[in-house]
C-alpha cells in the first residue's frame, strides 16, 4: 500500500499504532498536464501552448481558478509561514479538515468540500490523531482527508507519488505539504542559493499548475524579525519569488491572538486577525481589523503599566517600562486609534473600562 492513499480508505482504529510504509514511485502515473476541459491552454498535438497574439489572449474564456480558501488560498503554491510553535501544523491541519469537510475556514469562512491530501513530515500518526480529535471535537473525521507521514523528495519520486494521488482524486481542493523542507529536492548542480530555492518551489509549483489544484507548503521564518512580512520568509528571495501567494502567521509568546498576512499574484494583500484556542486547537477568524486585535510586547508593557498607573502621559510611561519615550509616543497613538487607549486634552493616557 503506498503512503499516499486514495482518500476513501479507512484509518485504522486499532489501538497498536499503525505504520505507514514508504511510497514506490513506480506506482504513480507518469507526471502530465491534465487540465482536464482547459483546452483553450493546449495545442492539437496536446502540448501547452506557451505563446499567443495579444488578440487571441483576449479572445479567450479561462475557467475560473480553484479556491480551496476563498480569499485567501487560491490555486497555485501558497507558502504558510511562521516561528516554530506559533501554530502552523495546528492551522494547516485544521484548514485541512475544513476543506476535506465542506465546513468553515477558521471558524469563518464557507470553503466547498473535496478530496485533501496532508503530507504531516514531521508527525507521527499517533500524534495526528491527537491534534485530530483535539480539533475535531464531536464531529465525524471525513474520509476524504488522506494524511501520510513519509513521501520521498521531490525529484526523487515525491512528485510521481503527489500527481498519483492526484490522478486518482480528479476533484481534489488542497494539498498541504508540512514542512517544505522535509520534501524539497537537491539543489541543481553549480546553481546559486537563491537558484536552489527558487527551483525547489518551482518544481512543487509545476505540479500544483498541471493539476489547477491549490499547494500550501509550510515553512518557516528568519530569526530576525522585519517591518516587511515577506522578507521574513527563510531562505533567499527565490522561495517566496517562485510561489503564488506567502501567508505569515504570527502571535506573540503567550498570547492568543495573531495575525495573518496575505500576499499574492491572485490574492489581494490583506491582514486577518485570529485567535488560537489551545483547548480544541482551532484557529478563529476574528471580527474587525487585524490592528484592533494586535498586542506587541510594547503594547502589553503600556497596558500593564497603564493598568496599575492610570492617567500617565508617555515620558511617565517610559520611564516607567523602560521603553523608549519616542516609541512609546508612537504607539500609545496608535493604540488611541485602535480603541485600546483613551486619553485627554493633555495626552494622559488610560485603559477604557473593561479593556
Not at 489572449?57 to 480569499?71: K, N, Y
Not at 486518482?168 to 536552489?196: C, H, L, Q
Amino acid at each position: 500500500m503506498n503512503a499516499i492513499h486514495d482518500s476513501n480508505q479507512r484509518p485504522n482504529h486499532s489501538s497498536e499504532e499503525p505504520t505507514v510504509p514508504a511510497i514506490n514511485p513506480t506506482d504513480a502515473p507518469f507526471l502530465r498536464p491534465v487540465r482536464d476541459g482547459r483546452g483553450e491552454a493546449s495545442k492539437p498535438d496536446g502540448r501547452l501552448r506557451t505563446h499567443w497574439t495579444a488578440d487571441e489572449l483576449m479572445a479567450m474564456e479561462f475557467v475560473p481558478p480553484v479556491w480551496a480558501v476563498p480569499g485567501i488560498i487560491c490555486e497555485g503554491v501558497s507558502l504558510l509561514c511562521g516561528p516554530p510553535k506559533v501554530g502552523k501544523s495546528w492551522a494547516s491541519l485544521g484548514l485541512g479538515l475544513s476543506v476535506a469537510a465542506g465546513g468553515q475556514a477558521f471558524h469563518a469562512i464557507p470553503v466547498q468540500g473535496g478530496p485533501v491530501l496532508y503530507l504531516a513530515l514531521e508527525d507521527t500518526p499517533r500524534r495526528l490523531q491527537s491534534r485530530m480529535g483535539k480539533i475535531l471535537g464531536d464531529r465525524s473525521a471525513p474520509s476524504t482527508l488522506t494524511l501520510a507521514t513519509a513521501c520521498p523528495l521531490i525529484g526523487q519520486g515525491g512528485d510521481d507519488a503527489i500527481a498519483g494521488w492526484l490522478d486518482r482524486n480528479r476533484g481534489a481542493r488542497m494539498v498541504i505539504i508540512d514542512v517544505f523542507a522535509k520534501i524539497r529536492g537537491a539543489a541543481p548542480p553549480g546553481a546559486s542559493a537563491y537558484e536552489a530555492d527558487y527551483a525547489a518551489v518551482g518544481a512543487i509549483k509545476r505540479l500544483a499548475d498541471n493539476y489547477a489544484v491549490p499547494f500550501v507548503l509550510v515553512h518557516h521564518v528568519r530569526k530576525a524579525g522585519s517591518d516587511d512580512f515577506l522578507a521574513e520568509v527563510s531562505g533567499t528571495n527565490g522561495v517566496a519569488g517562485a510561489a503564488d501567494a506567502t501567508l505569515v502567521l504570527k502571535r506573540g509568546r503567550g498570547q492568543a491572538d495573531g495575525v495573518l498576512y496575505v500576499t499574492g499574484r491572485d490574492v489581494d494583500e490583506a491582514e486577518y486577525a485570529l485567535s488560537f484556542n489551545a483547548a480544541s486547537g482551532a484557529w478563529m477568524l476574528l471580527d474587525g481589523p487585524a490592528d484592533e486585535h494586535q498586542t506587541t510586547d510594547t503594547r502589553a508593557a503600556i497596558l500593564r503599566y497603564l493598568r496599575a498607573n492610570t492617567g500617565s502621559g508617555p515620558r511617565a510611561i517610559a520611564q516607567g517600562t523602560g521603553l523608549g519615550e519616542p516609541n512609546v509616543k508612537a504607539t500609545c497613538r496608535r493604540m488611541l486609534a485602535a480603541g485600546l487607549l483613551t486619553a485627554d486634552g493633555k495626552a494622559r493616557y488610560s485603559v477604557p473600562d473593561g479593556a
